[in-house]
């Protein structure tokens, strides 16, 4: 239950700060151009609000509605959520969106999109100035990594060290390096100190989606020695020391955490010896396990722990250019795998706000959760540009097609597509979030 509170804290403040600044990017743009703001939400508020206010000589009302699917910011004279049929069939009046030229209703219509996006460029800033930039070079996990069935059926093997993707060194093990193997021709990988070339099928995507294990996990390494637990002295009684690297348990050579933890299940109340590496030298220690053939020890977890990792610190103007590239490239990628959501395979993967949630840490923790709101700032900026009506995009889209063609679509047309652009949204929103309950409830 904290899990679920800690995670759902997080998902509505990030929420509310991305529906806040994306709207806000509307507000600042509508009142350079003095165009009317009847009202600024964050939330929906269909017959009550929570809390609303209407400052002195403003004609701005702000408040925070009950409904939490996102937010608005209703400007006078413009076809939108609010559905405000009465004051469409009046006249236009100056301050109306309406009766302002196209050039200024499209800089309004993108402002909540532009603000979203430089919101996430200045968090990354932000973050990479406070807290650097800290990851685990591919080239330092020696062990390689453990790979899924689907990659292994392509040609992968565990051990193996991802070095190309076709002419490309590849530095990192993150969603980046995994997106460019997919998408080359072919992937290079150290085995046994050797180059070896596995070719890259054009579905290899599709297959992984499919399979729902992924592509590979970085936690293949040794099982080390962190701390012996004084309520169970075994290991301590034998002479093992924080430090040391177990490579063998009864004879049986055991170079991975995994291998050393099924060789370990083997013995339940059970004399045993045990070889651990300490510096250069090999001993080996004689012990008894437990019944349920735990030795003592507390080991080190998680192959940042193991690997060497590096680490970069950015000056406070340094970071900006740093947190740009940061942010075009989640862009980027984001963009990239956008293509596999209109395949069978990409669709069932979509999700609702449990998904999104689930993305959160389950402990609080700052530095996640900025990085979180950043690429969630990101992800609502683009989905917004999409040319579909009731988004941003659809805005954009009807008033380029007036710039163009110098003819303006009636407001009987902009009132159906609206319905059919929240018609499409809301079913989305219920697709998505119906998949999170069938993965909940069914999976």
């Known amino acids: 239950m904290e899990t679920f509170l800690v995670k759902a804290l997080q998902l509505i403040l990030s929420f ?37 206010f209407k400052p002195k000589n403003s004609d701005t009302e702000y408040g925070i509605g009950w409904l939490p699917l996102g937010g608005y910011c209703k400007i006078s004279g413009m076809i939108d959520e609010s559905m405000d049929k009465e004051q469409m069939a009046q006249p236009p009046k100056p301050y109306e969106f309406r009766s302002k030229p196209a050039g200024q209703r499209l800089l309004i219509m993108v402002g909540g999109v532009l603000f979203n996006f430089l919101l996430a460029l200045f968090i990354y800033s932000m973050t990479l100035y406070a807290w650097g930039d800290s990851y685990l070079p591919l080239k330092n996990m020696k062990m390689g990594m453990y790979y899924s069935d689907v990659a292994k059926e392509i040609g992968f093997q565990d051990g193996d060290i991802l070095y190309k993707a076709d002419e490309e060194v590849l530095e990192r093990f993150n969603s980046d390096a995994i997106r460019k193997v997919f998408n080359a021709e072919n992937a290079t990988v150290i085995r046994d100190g050797q180059e070896i070339i ?50 063998a348990i009864n004879g049986t050579s055991t170079p991975t955490l995994e291998e050393s933890f099924n060789e370990l299940a083997k013995y339940r109340d059970a004399d045993i010896s045990i070889d651990v590496k300490r510096g250069n030298e090999i001993r080996s220690f004689a012990l008894h396990t437990d019944t349920a053939a735990q030795i003592g020890i507390f080991i080190k977890l998680g192959a940042d722990k193991i690997y060497q990792t590096e680490h970069i610190e950015y000056s406070f103007f340094a ?26 395979e990409g669709a069932s993967t979509l999700g609702g706000f449990g998904a999104i949630g689930n993305l959160f840490p389950a402990e609080w923790d ?10 969630l ?31 303006k679509p009636s407001d009987k047309f902009l009132e159906y ?9 809301f079913a989305l929103l219920i697709y998505a979030n119906g998949n999170d309950l069938y993965r909940f409830f069914i999976k």
Not at 203 to 232: T, W
Not at 324 to 335: A, E, F, M, P, W
Not at 377 to 403: C, K, Q, R, W
């Open 16 to 52: 509310s700060i991305l529906v806040i600044v994306h709207e806000f990017g509307h507000f600042i743009f509508a009142r350079i151009f003095k165009v009317r703001v009847e009202k600024f939400y964050l939330f929906f508020d269909p017959w009550f609000s929570l809390f609303k």
């Open 198 to 247: 596995i070719p890259i099928p054009d579905d290899i995507m599709q297959r992984m989606i499919r399979s729902g294990n992924g592509f590979a996990s970085p936690e293949r390494y040794p099982m080390i020695v962190e701390n012996l637990r004084e309520e169970l002295p075994i290991a301590k009684a034998a002479g093992i020391l924080p430090g040391d690297t177990i490579v």
């Open 319 to 344: 970071s900006f250019p740093a947190g740009i590239t940061k942010g075009i490239n989640t862009l980027k990628g984001y963009v990239n795998d956008m293509k596999y959501v209109f395949t069978k």
């Open 366 to 375: 700052w530095q996640s959760f900025w990085t979180m709101t950043a690429f």
């Open 377 to 407: 700032s990101i992800i609502l900026g683009f989905m917004n540009i999409l040319p579909i009506p009731a988004l941003d995009g659809g805005h954009v889209m009807f008033t380029l097609y007036e710039i163009i063609t110098r003819r």
């Open 417 to 425: 597509a609206q319905i059919v652009g929240m018609t499409i949204l």
